[in-house]
C-alpha cells in the first residue's frame, strides 16, 4: 500500500510539472487598451504596389498583437495580423500583412465603397482626438477601396469620398495591402508636432465574421474613438489647402410616347440636349473650405430602386446620393431630421462653407432652387407640391467638450420667389453621463408664411391646429415647434433607449423630412444580449418595445406591443430574428382594435458566391384605402450572387398583399416590384451594370444600362441610357399593349483639376 501512495503522489507531482511546463512553453497573450505607437519619417520612395518589398517597411513602426473583438471578447485572434506606419512631407503610409490560408481569403473585384462580405484591412483615425467625428479607409485583397467619415451622432457617412492611393497583392500566406494618404485630403490641427488616435482592424468573414483590432475594446464603453490607440511624431507636415476644379460635360436625349391614350399614338423624340456645369472646392486654410457648383448634375446615375408606398399616407424618404450633399453631410444632420438635402431638389447654384476650429465645426449651404417640392404634414397624411423656384439657407455649428460629449445649432431658411418662407430654428446635444449613459436631445421652432396661390391650393382642403389653418396656400403665417430626448444605455449585454417626442400642430420644415405632424410620441426599447463561447448559437438577444402616440388633444392615434428575439449563429454568418406585436390604431376617427403582426428574418452569406435576406410579415393591418381591417402579407427577398469574382447579380422582390377577414371575400391591395442589378467589373476603372425592375402596381418595366470608367472618385465617364415600358389598355385595341413609354441616352464626363 506504501509503494501505491508513493507512486500515486509521484504521477500528481509529474501531472503538475507537465501543466506547468505547457504554461511556460505557451505565449501568454494580454490584450492592450489605448496602446501608444511613436512613428518617424522617412525620406525614401514607397511605391504603392501591394508588394511591401521597400527597405523603409523595416524600419517603419510595427502595431501587432491585434485583439479579436468579435465574435470573441477581447481574446487572441486565429491568425497573425502585422500593421506599419510612416509618412513623409506629403503623405501618410500604411502597410498590412494579413497572414491566413489564401485560398480562404474572400475578395471581389468591384467599384470602390461596393464590397461587402469581403475580407478587408482598414485604417481608422481621429486627427483631433475628441471623438467628434473621424476618417475611414477600408482595403479588400484585391486593392478596392472603401471611405466613410465617422461621426458621433450619425455614425458613418457612407457618401464621404476622398483621393487616396491603395494596391494589394494575395500571396501564399495570406494577403498584403498598402495605403497612402495624402494630407493635403485630410483635416487636422495646425500644430507642429500631431498627436492622433488610430486604430488599425481587421474584418475576416467566414462561418461567422471575425474582427480584430489593434485596440483592446470594452464593449461596456459606448465610446468608439475614445478607446483607439494613438499616434504620436508627425512633424511638420500640413493640411489640405488649394483649388480643385471640377467641369462637366452632360448630354441626354430624351423621348416619350405622345398620346398613352391612343393605340396609334407616334414615340416622340426630343432634340439632343449639353450643358456644361462647373464645380468647384478652395480650402481657405486648414481649418475652411469652400466648394460651390453651378449649373451642377444631379441626375442620378442610377435612379431609385422604387418602394411600395400602396398604403402609404406620407412622402416617401430617400437616401441621398448626389456627391455635393453626401461629403460634409455629417456637419448638417441633427436627431430630427432638420435638413433633408432631398429638398433641395433642382438647384441652379449652390455653395457650402464647412469648417472646424479647435473643438467647433461649421457648416453653411445656400442654393438656389429651380423645381421645390413643398411638404404639407398632418396629423395623419403628408403630401408634396411643387412650388417652383426658392432660396435655400443652411447653418449649422456644433462645439465637442469633455471627451465624447457636443452642442449644437441649426438655422434653416427656405424663401420662395411666388412669396411666403419657412424658417427652422434649433438647438440640440448629445451629452455623455457616464460609460454607458447617454442623453440626446433636441429642440426646434418653425415659421411658415404661406404663398397665396389658388393653383397651387387644388384639392388641399384639410385643416390642421383645431381648424384654426388651412393646408392650402392661401397666405397665412404660424408658428409651432419640437422636441425630441432620449437617454440611452449601450453596453455589453443590457441597453435600451427611452424616448419622448413630440411636434406640434403648425410646425412645419421646408428643408427637413417630417412628414406628420400633431403628436406626442413615448417609447422604450430595450435588449439583453447573451453571449456564447461554444455552440452553434454565438449570440441570442431578446428585446421588447413598447411605442404610443397621442395627438396634441390627447385622442390616442396608437399603442403597440412588441416582442422579438433575435440570434447570430456560428454558421453561413446566419443572422435570424422574430418579433410579435399587438396594438390598436385610430385613423380618420375610427379605432382598429387587435391589429398584430409576427414577423421573421433570416440571412446566411453561405460562402464567397452566396448569399441572401428573406423578411416575412403577416398580421392584421389596417388598409387606408377602404378603413378596414385587412389580412396584411408581406414579404422581402434578396440574393446575392457572385459566379465570378468581378460579376455580382442581386436580385430582390418585394411583395404587399391585403385581404378580407372575418368572412369578407375581398383583396384590398395586391402586388410586387422586382428589381435585379447585374454588376460586372472588367479592372479597377471600367465597370458595367445593367438594372432590370417590374413595378407590378403600376405595370411598367425598367431597364437602366450603365458603362462607368472611374479613375477617381470625382474624375469619371458614364455613358447609359433608361428604357420605360408600360402595359396600356386601350377601349379600340387589344387590352393587352405593352410600349415604350420613356427613354433616355445621357452621356456625363467629368473630371478633377487639383492645384
Known amino acids: 500500500m506504501r509503494v501505491i501512495a508513493i507512486l500515486w503522489k509521484a504521477s500528481i507531482i509529474v501531472a503538475m510539472l507537465v501543466v506547468y511546463s505547457s504554461v511556460l512553453a505557451t505565449p501568454s497573450f494580454t490584450p492592450v487598451f489605448n496602446p501608444e505607437l511613436k512613428i518617424s519619417k522617412t525620406s525614401e520612395a514607397i511605391k504603392i504596389d501591394g508588394k511591401i518589398d521597400e527597405a523603409v517597411w523595416k524600419t517603419a513602426s510595427r502595431a501587432d498583437n491585434f485583439v ?45 465603397d461596393r464590397f ?107 465610446c468608439w474613438p475614445c478607446q483607439w490607440g494613438s499616434v504620436d511624431g508627425i512633424s511638420n507636415v500640413q493640411p489640405g489647402k488649394g483649388l480643385e476644379i471640377m467641369p462637366t460635360v452632360i448630354a441626354n436625349q430624351s423621348g416619350s410616347l405622345a398620346d398613352y391614350d391612343n393605340p396609334d399614338s407616334p414615340f416622340d423624340n426630343s432634340d439632343p440636349n449639353a450643358e456644361v456645369s462647373l464645380g468647384g472646392k478652395y480650402s481657405i486654410n486648414s481649418n475652411f473650405t469652400l466648394e460651390a457648383s453651378y449649373n451642377p448634375d444631379f441626375s442620378q446615375i442610377e435612379a431609385d430602386a422604387a418602394q411600395i408606398d400602396v398604403n402609404s399616407t406620407i412622402a416617401l424618404f430617400y437616401p441621398e446620393r448626389r456627391p455635393f450633399f453626401q461629403e460634409g453631410s455629417d456637419i448638417f444632420r441633427t436627431i430630427f431630421n432638420a435638413f433633408y438635402t432631398r429638398t433641395v431638389n433642382d438647384p441652379q447654384f449652390a455653395a457650402k462653407l464647412t469648417g472646424r476650429v479647435n473643438r467647433f465645426s461649421i457648416g453653411f449651404l445656400s442654393a438656389h432652387d429651380e423645381n421645390t417640392p413643398y411638404m404639407i404634414p398632418l396629423s395623419e397624411s403628408g403630401s408634396i407640391v411643387n412650388t417652383g423656384k426658392s432660396y435655400v439657407n443652411v447653418l449649422r455649428a456644433t462645439r465637442t467638450f469633455g471627451e465624447d460629449s457636443q452642442l449644437g445649432m441649426i438655422l434653416t431658411d427656405r424663401r420662395f420667389d411666388g412669396g411666403g418662407s419657412g424658417t427652422v430654428a434649433g438647438i440640440d446635444g448629445s451629452i455623455r453621463l457616464a460609460d454607458n449613459y447617454r442623453v440626446v436631445g433636441q429642440y426646434v421652432t418653425s415659421h411658415t408664411i404661406e404663398q397665396d396661390d389658388s393653383v397651387l391650393s387644388e384639392g388641399l382642403d384639410d385643416t390642421f391646429d383645431d381648424d384654426k389653418y388651412t393646408a392650402a396656400f392661401d397666405g397665412e403665417s404660424f408658428s409651432g415647434d419640437a422636441f425630441i430626448t432620449q437617454l440611452r444605455r449601450r453596453a455589453r449585454n443590457w441597453n435600451f433607449t427611452i424616448d419622448y417626442n413630440q411636434v406640434a400642430p403648425a410646425y412645419r420644415t421646408e428643408t427637413g423630412y417630417d412628414p406628420w405632424n400633431d403628436y406626442r410620441n413615448f417609447s422604450i426599447f ?97 388598409a387606408f384605402g377602404p378603413q378596414a381591417v385587412g389580412q396584411e402579407t408581406e414579404l ?51 465597370s458595367v451594370r445593367l438594372v432590370v425592375q417590374y413595378n407590378d402596381f403600376s405595370e411598367r418595366w425598367d431597364f437602366d444600362p450603365l458603362i462607368t470608367y472611374r479613375i477617381s472618385p470625382f474624375s469619371v465617364f458614364y455613358f447609359g441610357s433608361t428604357h420605360d415600358v408600360t402595359k396600356l389598355y386601350y377601349e379600340s385595341a387589344d387590352p393587352d399593349q405593352w410600349k415604350q413609354t420613356e427613354r433616355q441616352f445621357f452621356m456625363k464626363l467629368q473630371y478633377l483639376f487639383r492645384t
Not at 485560398?103 to 473585384?109: F, L, Q
Not at 481587421?202 to 489593434?214: G, K, L, Q, S
Open 116 to 222: 461587402y462580405g469581403d475580407d478587408a484591412v482598414g485604417l481608422m483615425v481621429d486627427t483631433y482626438g475628441d471623438a467628434a467625428w473621424a476618417y475611414e479607409f477600408f482595403v479588400n485583397p484585391y486593392g478596392v477601396q472603401m471611405d466613410f467619415l465617422w461621426s458621433s451622432i450619425t455614425g458613418e457617412d457612407r457618401g464621404y469620398d476622398m483621393i487616396w492611393e491603395s494596391a494589394a497583392q494575395i500571396n501564399q500566406s495570406g494577403y498584403q495591402v498598402e495605403m497612402a494618404i495624402p494630407f493635403a485630403s485630410m483635416r487636422f490641427p495646425s500644430d507642429d508636432v500631431q498627436k492622433w488616435k488610430v486604430d488599425f482592424g481587421r474584418n475576416r468573414p467566414r462561418e461567422t465574421e471575425y474582427r480584430y483590432n489593434w485596440a483592446a475594446y470594452d464593449r461596456d464603453e459606448q
Open 526 to 622: 430595450t435588449r439583453y444580449a447573451f453571449y456564447i463561447e461554444n455552440g452553434i448559437f454565438e449570440q441570442i438577444t431578446p428585446m421588447a418595445n413598447f411605442d404610443s402616440r397621442f395627438k396634441f388633444n390627447n385622442d390616442r392615434r396608437w399603442a403597440n406591443l412588441n416582442m422579438g428575439i433575435e440570434s447570430h449563429i456560428r454558421f453561413a454568418q446566419t443572422y435570424f430574428s422574430a418579433w410579435y406585436s399587438k396594438g390598436t390604431e385610430t385613423w380618420d376617427d375610427l379605432e382598429y382594435k387587435d391589429l398584430w403582426s409576427a414577423e421573421f428574418d433570416l440571412g446566411s452569406t453561405i460562402n464567397d458566391q452566396l448569399g441572401y435576406y428573406v423578411g416575412f410579415d403577416i398580421g392584421h393591418a389596417v
Open 68 to 112: 479579436e473583438r468579435r465574435p470573441g471578447d477581447k481574446t487572441k485572434p486565429d491568425v497573425e495580423t502585422e500593421a506599419y506606419i510612416t509618412y513623409d512631407d506629403d503623405k501618410l503610409y500604411v502597410a498590412f500583412i494579413c497572414y491566413d490560408d489564401p485560398s480562404s481569403i474572400r475578395a471581389t473585384m468591384c467599384q470602390r
Open 636 to 686: 422581402y427577398a434578396e440574393v446575392d450572387l457572385k459566379p465570378l469574382d468581378r460579376l455580382i447579380i442581386e436580385p430582390n422582390v418585394s411583395f404587399l398583399r391585403s385581404s378580407g377577414i372575418d368572412g369578407i371575400d375581398t383583396t384590398y391591395y395586391s402586388g410586387y416590384i422586382t428589381r435585379t442589378r447585374f454588376r460586372y467589373q472588367a479592372n479597377k476603372e471600367l
